[in-house]
């Protein structure tokens, strides 16, 4: 299994490539660029094929990944101390409070952290601004799988046909609601484009574990999961879809886009279900990743 982990983390750094190159991208990752992103990147697989099982338990330990940021900057010229130590004082506040229990104040962190932005800059690289979410992410998965573990999450990335037999559901089950609402507020737009197979694979690739597994990381396994113990699985599935909603509130707008946050706050909805299902992060980010590719190639 490791083996075929290794190969397959492998083959998502390829697809990642070819979308670099399909999105004009490529020429701004160099060898150091390449380093840093595969270093987020590794435990970020990792962990979905058991790498929490063989980590020691230190809230110190996620600092580590705050060295891909020093590695992608240093030699751009573009280094900041502000962002470096803000980073790594995000990573070791989840490693701490943690290591204390203080589960829902984490959360908090992490949603603001990433929601706000305020480590964007650190990034200035078309396409890599993600990276601060990767490493918060990583940082996450330390503290819920390894030093406080929840129980519950999901977090799997060995793929079974229910995964996509769940996921694909609820994408149909969200399809013919999410068009007539988005049309009705004036949100979506169609657009008469054939893109090539290949683009719109690697784009549903991208997708998939750049947007999707995180934000389902978070929202549902994370979220829902403990959300539902305290208010029930009904109360925590509509909660966490409206706090799914409003995380898209600057999204597309300078101010408040109601707009995204209806559209979000419904799509949600179904992500949560598609979650709940069999409770696996692969089956709601497989809706969640197709809605939104389909939305960005025909309907933005």
């Given amino acids: 299994m490791r083996a075929a982990a290794a190969l397959a983390f492998l083959g ?24 840093a992103v595969a270093l987020l990147l590794a435990p970020f697989w990792a962990f979905g094929f058991g790498l929490a099982e063989a980590l020691p338990k230190s809230p110190w330990l996620p600092l580590a990944l705050v060295v891909a940021y020093p590695l992608f900057s240093l030699p751009r010229g573009i280094f900041r101390w502000d962002m470096c130590l803000g980073m790594a004082a995000v990573v070791l506040a989840v490693g701490l409070l943690l290591a204390g229990g203080h589960q829902w104040i984490v959360l908090a962190i992490l949603g603001v952290s990433v929601d706000l932005r305020f480590f964007d800059a650190a990034w200035p690289v078309p396409g890599l601004n993600s990276m601060t979410k990767l490493m918060f992410v990583d940082a996450g998965l330390y503290g819920f799988l390894v030093l406080h573990p929840i129980g519950g999450i999901g977090y799997d990335f060995r793929p079974r046909l229910r995964d996509f037999g769940i996921g694909l559901r609820e994408f149909l089950f969200f399809t013919p609601l999410g068009i007539a609402l988005g049309f009705a507020l004036a949100f979506l737009h169609a657009h008469k484009t054939v893109p090539a197979p290949a683009t719109a694979a690697v784009g549903w690739i991208f ?10 990381l978070f929202f549902r396994g994370m979220l829902l999961n403990l959300l539902e ?15 799914f ?6 999204k597309r707008a300078a101010y408040f886009n109601w707009r995204y946050v209806i559209l979000a706050a419904t799509a949600g909805f179904f992500y949560g279900r598609a979650w709940l299902d069999r409770r696996r992060i692969l089956t709601s980010s497989i809706t969640h990743a197709t809605v939104d590719t389909v939305w960005s190639i025909w309907l933005r």
């Fill in 229 to 243: 113990r305290k208010i029930g699985v009904r109360n925590a599935l509509i909660a966490t879809s409206l706090l």
């Fill in 12 to 35: 998502l750094l390829a697809a990642l490539w070819l979308a670099a190159r399909t999105f004009g991208v490529a020429p701004q990752l160099t060898p150091t660029t390449i380093a």
């Fill in 245 to 250: 909603g409003l995380a898209h509130f600057n």
């Fill in 207 to 216: 997708t998939l574990f750049f947007i999707a597994v995180p934000e389902e």
